[in-house]
């Protein structure tokens, strides 16, 4: 590919190193800039605002005044150095502000500036060097390009949260800067634009209802060919038990609709009735992307009428990492109470956890021996480790899809302790990354989850990486070439339990 | 009393009045800034419980940064543990008569001096050497470090070195706390020294990083409990934008 050619690929060395800094290796315009109709939709400036400097500072105060998280991470950070090796970013980059702390500060430099006693003084004064004692900085055009090029650089994916003696997250100081670029005109347009699409059609892809029937419809006679069972992928049914709200990647793109087919055989098989919704065809949540709460909770109101049309006593959600986030932490408090679903049942549920209670009650049964032709690990997708919970025991989130995969699959393989559980690196994609303007910070960013990947290959003869996130499965099968390896070497835990699951009446292939 | 007692009289009331406003008004402002969103890193604890112990792992023993890095962590964990039993110690110097836990206390806090200089001496070494945390390191990172220095090895000076008069300093300091000026300070340079440093400590405590130390407990990624399917969570401004 002529293309390959013209991204740096970072070399995958036998053990994981830490890079000798790069300073402005990553240094670049920042992905494409919103154009005024991606802005408009969302209630943001169309351009640039006059006074901005101003209006940033002032933001940053008001942002200041709403979230605990942000005051408390802007002052607490004592530079000791725990997070700078984490990033993955870093790792793949080498560009100093890519370690957490030194993106932290970008924002930091600005709170202690205003916001601070000495800051204060020392720029009432206008002693640079009182600024430059304290890390203080003025808002200008230079720390702009900084906060719209690196806050763009990094996948909210917390692992540096983790690690952190005090908990501060990049993830909320890195939505916090974004939001405040919005409030002054300068979006994102990859995260604007499908936000816009979801207000108008429903869905970041941008299908719309009809095209959705037909693709599902398709899906159905697929199933029926392969299996000659009549698994059924409704969609606007009213009156189901349950609603599915699944990534719309989920509707056609590879891997990611063969796990849309393993739901669909789940929930035939399992008897239960079920439905998708043409209003909330997509559980992403992009509005988490952006740091903005009123985006956010208009998008998860969406669900929320889509379960109330369709009177619906559950909702379940397909597998997306960021959107099982938003789902699980946030959804009860932007779109709640739930009240008027079933209360037997967590609201919502993620479909690894549904189809794991099935499992356990022996009520699905599997041919493992249809996966024998592979050999699995299991990325943990970022926000699913760290942000969220399966099931009812801290961590269910690591154990219940590894259950899931293992009882369908004979050959399971856990990728190197440092790499996985709350220890998981991101794909390099997540966090609306996830568009070609950034394909070069994509590349360098899954560094580490490819060094540990093969790895596995190597030593255990690993075939295939399963994973049960929309963006994961779309990051990998973009940047597995370029590190020579086969972008169909991704698959969608749902795959395997649809490869495995005997179907009642169903005839061998 | 003397101009230089007088001076370091109000050194003294100045310093702990900044020193116990300012960190009191920080906390006051972290505890009335609502938590909008259910952030904990996960996984993470199902009772409040789990939450306390989880918060003591992290403030007595630093797990999470012995997660990260086991040189900053033992360095760090010496240096504030250390830190710790030298405070408690000096207990002795502001109450009388002396509670018997602070003098059974006291071999232990004399000898923690040594500790607390050393995990100082390492992360100062570390901040320098190393090329990640010289870069993200500011003028005051330094300047922190060499403060503590100062009161950690002139304090050591006093008690292993050069005894200062600590009776007479005793009097002066209780004296002070009763508002009552009439027994001087030894006047003994080394002592000015380890004050100075000490009072200037005080007064930069809520003005900067050394913030860590309230802001830990509310930290919303280290202090939720994971609930967030059960019960909503809702903020008051957030609250608003349901009418």
Known sequence: ?509 | MGFLTGFYALFFYVAVLIFLVGVGHKIYEYARTPAPLKVPTMPAPLTTTGVAWRLTTEVVFFKSLFRANKWIWILGWVFHFCLLLVLLRHLRYFIDPVWLWVDLLQPFGKYAAFGMVAGLAGLLLRRIVVERIRYISNPSDYIMLILLLIIGMSGSMMTFVKHTDIVQLKAAFLGFLSLNWQYNLPADPILFVHLTAVFALMIVFPFSKLLHAPGIFFSPSRNQVDNAREKRHLAPWAAKLEN
């Open chain 1, 1 to 509: 590919m002529a293309a390959k050619a013209t991204f740096d690929v970072p070399q995958m060395q036998e053990y994981p190193i830490i890079p000798m800094l790069k300073p402005n290796a990553m240094k670049t315009a920042g992905p494409f800039i919103a154009k005024p109709e991606h802005q408009a939709p969302l209630g943001f400036p169309c351009e640039l605002v006059e006074n901005w400097e101003q209006k940033a500072v002032e933001k940053l105060g008001e942002l200041l005044e709403k979230y605990r998280s942000l005051r408390v991470y802007l002052d607490a950070c004592v530079r000791c150095g725990a997070c700078t090796d984490k990033c993955h970013y870093l790792l793949g980059s080498a560009d100093p502000k890519n370690m957490p702390v030194a993106r932290q500060d970008l924002l930091r430099q600005i709170y202690r500036r205003y916001y601070t006693v000495p800051g204060k003084i020392f720029g009432a004064l206008g002693w640079e060097w009182g600024k430059k004692l304290i890390g203080a900085k003025d808002m200008s055009k230079e720390v702009l390009d900084d906060w719209y090029n690196y806050f763009h650089q990094c996948s909210q994916c917390r692992r540096c949260s983790v690690f952190c003696p005090y908990g501060i997250d990049t993830a909320d100081i890195s939505m916090a800067a974004r939001e405040i670029m919005d409030s002054i005109g300068q979006g994102q347009k990859y995260c604007n634009e499908i936000i816009g699409k979801v207000f108008k059609i429903g869905n970041n892809l941008g299908l719309p209802g009809p095209a959705l029937q037909d693709t599902l419809e398709g899906l159905e006679e697929d199933v029926e060919f392969n299996t000659g069972v009549k698994v059924r992928f409704p969609l606007d049914v009213e009156g189901a038990d349950i609603l599915l709200v699944t990534p719309s990647a989920d509707f056609f793109a590879e891997p990611h609709v063969d796990g849309l087919v393993g739901y669909a055989k789940v929930f035939h098989q399992a008897g239960v009735s079920w439905t998708m919704s043409s209003y909330a065809s997509e559980a992403g949540n992009f509005g988490m992307f952006i740091g903005s709460y009123e985006n956010m909770r208009k998008i998860s109101l969406r669900i929320r009428k889509a379960a109330l049309d369709l009177k619906v006593k559950r909702i379940v959600f397909g597998e997306c990492g960021h959107a099982w986030r938003v789902a699980y932490s946030f959804m009860n408090t932007l779109a709640g109470p739930f009240d008027f679903l079933d209360p037997k049942y967590p609201v919502p549920q993620h479909i690894c956890e549904f189809t794991n209670e099935l499992i356990k009650a022996g009520k699905l049964n599997f041919d493992k021996s249809k996966n024998d032709h592979l050999k699995i690990t299991f990325h943990d997708s970022c926000n699913v480790a760290r942000a969220t919970r399966m099931g009812d025991v801290e961590g269910g989130q690591f154990t219940i899809p590894r259950e899931v995969i293992k009882a369908v699959c004979n050959h399971y393989y856990d990728m190197p302790a440092e790499t996985i559980h709350d220890k998981t690196f991101c794909c390099g994609g997540g966090g609306g990354l996830l568009t070609d303007d950034l394909m070069d910070v994509r590349i360098k960013g899954a560094l580490p989850r490819m060094q540990a990947w093969k790895q596995v290959v190597e030593e255990q003869g690993v075939t295939h990486l399963a994973a049960i996130c929309a963006i994961c499965k779309s990051q990998f099968t973009k940047v597995l070439p370029y590190y020579g390896f086969k972008l169909d070497q991704v698959v969608s835990v749902h795959q395997l339990v649809s490869n495995a699951i005997i179907l009642d009446g169903q005839t061998e292939e």
